[in-house]
């Protein structure tokens, strides 16, 4: 039997009816996405074109997720430049970061305001460069890249992976082959991003990192604050990357409109390879046989001795996990990844949930679950926590896996949660939480059978001490 995918209950609803509201999200806007890829750019100022409302919201949600300043500026539209075009507002607001922040580059969004209205930002830019051509700034001129970010259509992973396009799309240009490999890693902690580049360096491959915020989001304590941290992947290498001997990508979800590595395979015939999300034992033995092939080096002993301690926590722990059942909620490559890991080590997904409308989401879910699982798990997309609250598996399930906006219903239900992927804004730590690698399968294996052993513990009447 194959997966099936079924509209949610809002979306149904919407069928029939002129008007239903979203009742605690699944996803977050597409704008938010993008700022996150901007903040992966060395000397970039994310920057929203919208009112000064979406930069605040933004801000405070992901300072709270990854416990760093972040700065986003904004063109600060208000009902005058709604009316009347917010050409002007939009070219002060870049003098403004330019001159303030002596930023390099600016990652330009669109909201969901100034795509109501119209807003055409290749008019605006081109003005912008008229301008500065008669009103020079007082430090160099920033690069300029502009991405579309209507909120009311998509979800923040593909705001996020539009981004990642566009400054691929901006700053790739023919340049000499040079060996080093493109990751694109998606939108993962920066724990993820640190140990992606470690292991290809393992391997002996430089890897290029599209976006890099693993320091920018998560850095050491500074004496003095930056206007713009350190960190993020130099302008000067996104202009090399047609010169990669490997475009790598983490994720099958995205459509191949919004995909970096696809605009360098087929603008630049860079070798492609798209993989799942590494998560557990077969994602992560798929990224390994790449590396393999294109470094021609076997995997370290030391990597093989981490597979294997998660081959053996996975025996130690089957008494436990056999037979259990999970709901498993959020980004579509996140839950894809979590679904197959779920599978290897005895767990049954009976539903899996996502904001996203991605036709890719089915098939995924197939193809890690088809050979394992005698009956799919339902899945349930353009979906928000309202539909997983109605659903019947929802009240069976043993555990809930997913990011903490699930945790109203966890409560409500007495059922446990355990908080993966974004956002994560009630427990201390997200960003350095490991996901990928055999490593970060085994970090989440034992935070799993700890959960249920918690809960087992906690109603058990004699609160025994020993597994």
């Known amino acids: 039997m194959t997966a099936t995918t079924e509209k949610s209950s809002r979306t149904r609803a919407r069928d029939a009816e002129p008007w239903v509201s979203t009742a605690n999200p699944c996803h977050q806007c597409r704008p938010l996405g993008a700022m996150v890829a901007f903040q992966g750019v060395e000397g970039c100022i994310p920057f929203l074109h919208g009112s000064q409302g979406c930069a605040t ?220 999300l590494p998560i557990g034992i077969r994602e992560t033995d798929a990224l390994y046989a790449v590396l393999e092939e294109f470094s021609g080096r076997e995997t370290p002993r030391e990597h093989s001795l981490d597979r294997g301690r998660l081959i053996d926590g996975m025996v130690d722990a089957h008494k436990i996990l056999s037979g259990r059942k999970a709901v498993v909620f959020g980004d579509e490559d996140m839950v894809v990844g979590l679904v197959s890991f779920l599978t290897e080590i005895g767990i049954k997904t009976t539903l899996v949930v996502s904001g996203a409308r991605n036709g890719n989401l089915r098939s995924e879910i197939d193809r890690v679950t088809r050979t394992f699982l005698e009956t799919p798990p339902r899945i349930l997309d353009d979906a928000d926590l309202r539909d997983l609250e109605e659903s019947p598996e929802g009240l069976d399930a043993d555990l809930f896996i997913g990011h903490s906006k699930g945790y109203a219903l966890s409560r409500k239900r007495n059922i446990p949660l355990v908080r993966v992927g974004f956002p994560v804004h009630d427990r201390f730590g997200a960003q350095r939480l490991l996901h990928l690698g055999w490593g970060g399968a085994l970090a989440l294996l034992d935070t799993i059978v700890n959960t249920l052993l918690e809960r087992r513990q906690s109603d058990s009447p004699v609160g025994y001490g020993y597994l």
């Open 57 to 276: 919201y933004m801000r405070r949600y992901l300072i709270s997720h990854f416990r760093e300043p972040v700065d986003i500026a904004s063109s600060s539209v208000s009902e005058k430049e709604a009316v009347w075009g917010g050409g002007p507002a939009l070219r002060q607001g870049l003098r403004n970061v330019a001159e303030k922040y002596r930023a390099s580059v600016v990652g330009l969004a669109t909201t969901c305001l100034t795509e109501t209205t119209g807003e055409d930002l290749g008019m605006h830019l081109g003005d912008w460069r008229k301008e500065i051509l008669e009103k020079p700034l007082s430090v160099p001129d920033p690069e300029v890249v502009k991405v579309p970010c209507p909120s009311y259509d998509g979800t923040h992973m593909e705001g996020f992976h539009g981004a990642v396009r566009s400054l691929v799309d901006h700053f790739a240009e023919p340049t000499s082959a040079h060996g080093r490999v493109a990751v694109f890693p998606g939108m993962v902690s920066p724990a993820d991003l640190r140990a992606t580049r470690s292991l290809l360096k393992e391997f002996g491959l430089e890897a290029d990192l599209v976006p890099d915020y693993s320091e920018r989001l998560d850095g050491p304590a500074l004496a003095e604050s930056k206007p713009l941290p350190d960190g993020g992947t130099p302008a000067s290498v996104m202009r090399e990357l047609p010169g990669s001997r490997l475009a790598l990508e983490f994720g099958r979800c995205a459509p191949e409109s919004l995909s970096g590595a696809n605009l360098l395979q087929e603008r630049f015939k860079v070798v492609r390879r798209r993989l799942g």
